[in-house]
DNA sequence: TGTACATCAGTGAACGCGCGTTCACTGATGTAC
DNA sequence: TGTACATCAGTGAACGCGCGTTCACTGATGTAC
């Protein structure tokens, strides 16, 4: 056994087992997340991980909160590439991609977007008590700036503001969750991205003022 | 052995057993269907199923089948009791009890509601082509219905009628989907209902005319 | 600078679980004559 | 009306699978003196 290729200690096996269940979880979803396969790609004994995590949900939920966050970060750069024009189209526009960001990110990688929605019980859970900080939901807290913007230009009355979080996370999720594991799932890009345009017009002008 | 008690032949199994396993769907959802677990309620040997069913994916299918039918059943009982006002105002009621009934479905029912949308690759599944008869997907059908009679009362423009139906199915399934499985599973009942009722507004207001 | 020793981070074997599915079989049924 | 026989619808045992988790263990590391 040499100690350069296979070192009793790893010595820096926890973000490994991260990494590969992330690549897992990419590949196969959150039940692909299995304990053996991961110890088995890292090359470490099957029990090796639990000197790092308590139990598989503890890696899973590592797992979730990197998906979360990759969503997260799809939105952003798509809302930073919006090119400026007057305030009110653009705060529209960065809406509409905010939208389009989440579903691409739900079919591009349909592994990690699920795997970002199961979280242990109680574990990223919102309360829609929108007054304090509302923890690390990164996506959520995304979409509000987006839609405060649009109050700020006078493109939405404060009053169609109450609650237009949730009716476009609503609909930019169900429209992914029907195409990525619903019964649109078989409909042709093109169909589909066309739909996908009119779902972002129909919310638009729910909020307009 | 009593015949009385346990005869040999149940003569009715087929039935007794997609019952069970709708039972089963119902508290444990799809990945409760354990083809062992549902002999066993039935008080039948574990492998009996196989004279009915090839696999236990077809049990399953047969399932998803009655809990999608159960669901378009919440649907057509609200939109049916919606009482009779003027032609627009009816219409948009009707559009509202749909949303209304299909989420109130997944509340009631998660599990049931989890397995209709749990199909074998390919079945159930639909194209969005709208000229034909598209197969027994009821709820959708039913959805196009509703929308259809707005346009035929004026409340919707034809323009807006098309890909209306993927947009309020997008806001309603979105907003079960979250509500059930994922982060705002545990918002409180009144704020949950709020939201919805929210959701809803921005859908009739995006395709009123 | 060297050494005893606690601690950390791995290993390998084993447990217990429950599943879907297949096989050879048997009890019950119904039909042809 | 009775009977041979094919067929149908069950049974019980077994296979093979892979999992999460635990246990007793060992190799490596780092710290106190």
Redesign the pocket.
Known sequence: ?S?KT?????????PVLVDTAVELARSTGPDG????????RA??????????F????ALLAEVSDRAYADLERAMVERIAAVPATDERTRAFARLRETGRAYVEFAIREPGLFTTAFTKPDGAGVHTLDHSGSDGPNGPYLVLNQVLDDLVTCGAVTPERRVGADVACWSAVHGFSDLVVHGPLREVPPDLRDAALEVVLDVIQRGLAD
């Open positions: 056994v100690s296979q070192p009793y200690h790893h010595g820096n096996l926890r997340v299995v304990l053996r396969e991961v110890a088995r090359g470490v004994s099957h029990n090796a991980a639990y000197r790092h308590s139990d598989r949900a």
